[in-house]
Every structure is written in structure tokens, then in C-alpha cells.
């Protein structure tokens, strides 16, 4: 199946990350035709079921593919109300696909330098629905991702290239930032250990 510069639609999650393997093989990354190949793939739950793993507590990371080293394909899995923190992307692209659900998504300002405290300002506020595409960059700003949903769960497929396994979080009032190691709930449907932070 070829799908560089002629893009063929993935019929499945697979064809979908057969494309982006692919497509990354080129060490320049066309943002446009990442985007256009993930927005193509029309989410089907058989194709992802086995990555969708929710936590009562937390929304989870699920490793699909490591993509050569390149990027990392996630499925992250959001309960009724959970969110995540606001934060960057250390200098990766980001893009997210709405698999199930509707997430709302908050952009922020970043914070300035100029002073110690301050809240951070909000740029914009939008939903993305089921089978939506969005991108942001360092470029861009700070996000936070959010399941508003009081009785519903939601599901979205997450790229990060380069990979990273740290980030900041931002503090909304202060604008504070804090370095957060981020970790996989599980890895191609199984459930990573459990380590308990400390000694």
C-alpha cells in the first residue's frame, strides 16, 4: 500500500501506521500530510480497543508503535472529567486524532519572563469531535486536553515526533513551570509494571 504524495486512505489502524512509517522515513516532516493521512483513518473501535485502557483516577498513555525511533503513535484514554495539566511539547510536533468522544482543548499564552507572577492567558478554546485533527508546536503554545463529559469517556490517538518522555507543566495562576517525567500505562496492549516513585 502506497501512500507517500499519492495518499491512500488506511482502512484500518494498521494501514494507518504502515502510512506514517512511511511517511517518516524522510527526515523532513510535512506537518500538512501527517495531518491529512491521520485525518483520513476513520476511527473504528475494533482497530483500537485493545490500547483502550482507563484508570478511575487519571487518563492513561498506551503505546501503539514506536515508530522506528522517529515518533511515538498513543492512545491516550480519558474518563468521565479528566484532563490533563497544561503543558508543552519540548520542541516535538504534536498531532491528535479524536478516536471516541469529544475532547476540549485550551490553548494558553506562554508565560512571560518579565514577571515572577502571573496567570497564564488563555488563547483560544475549542472542541475537537470523533474523527477531528488537531496540531500544536512550542510555536504555538501551551495546551491542556480535557474529557468535559460528566457520563461519557473519551479516546484520542496522539504522534509526538521526536519522541519525549519529559515535559513542563504550568501552573494556570502563577505560570510557574515544573519538569514531569510521562510514562506508558501500557505498551502494545499490555499493561507496563508498576514502579513506585522514590526509593
Not at 483516577?57 to 495539566?85: A, H, M, P
Not at 514531569?180 to 514502579?195: E, L, M
Request: hydrophobic share 30%.
Amino acid at each position: 500500500m502506497s501512500c507517500k504524495r499519492s495518499i491512500k486512505v488506511p482502512q484500518s489502524l494498521e494501514q494507518l501506521v504502515q502510512c506514517l512509517h512511511e511517511i517518516f522515513e524522510d527526515d523532513e516532516i510535512n506537518v500538512d500530510e501527517v495531518r491529512e493521512i491521520m485525518a483520513s483513518y476513520v476511527s473504528k473501535e475494533q482497530d483500537w480497543r485493545k490500547y483502550a485502557n482507563y484508570d478511575p483516577y487519571r487518563f492513561t498513555r498506551n503505546l501503539v508503535d514506536e515508530g522506528n525511533g522517529k515518533f511515538n503513535l498513543i492512545v491516550l484514554c480519558w474518563g468521565e472529567g479528566q484532563g490533563s495539566s497544561i503543558h508543552d511539547h519540548t520542541d516535538s510536533h504534536c498531532f491528535l486524532k479524536v478516536l471516541d468522544g469529544k475532547l476540549k482543548e485550551t490553548l494558553y499564552h506562554w508565560p512571560t519572563d518579565s514577571q515572577e507572577e502571573k496567570p497564564l492567558e488563555v488563547k483560544s478554546t475549542t472542541f475537537v469531535q470523533r474523527d477531528d485533527v488537531t496540531y500544536i508546536n512550542d510555536s504555538i503554545g501551551l495546551h491542556r486536553m480535557e474529557n468535559t463529559s460528566h457520563s461519557d469517556t473519551a479516546c484520542s490517538l496522539h504522534l509526538y515526533c521526536p519522541p519525549f518522555d519529559m515535559c513542563n507543566s504550568f501552573d494556570q495562576r502563577t505560570g510557574h513551570k515544573q519538569a514531569c517525567k510521562v510514562t506508558f500505562w501500557s505498551k502494545y496492549g499490555t499493561r507496563t509494571p508498576f514502579k513506585p516513585s522514590g526509593n
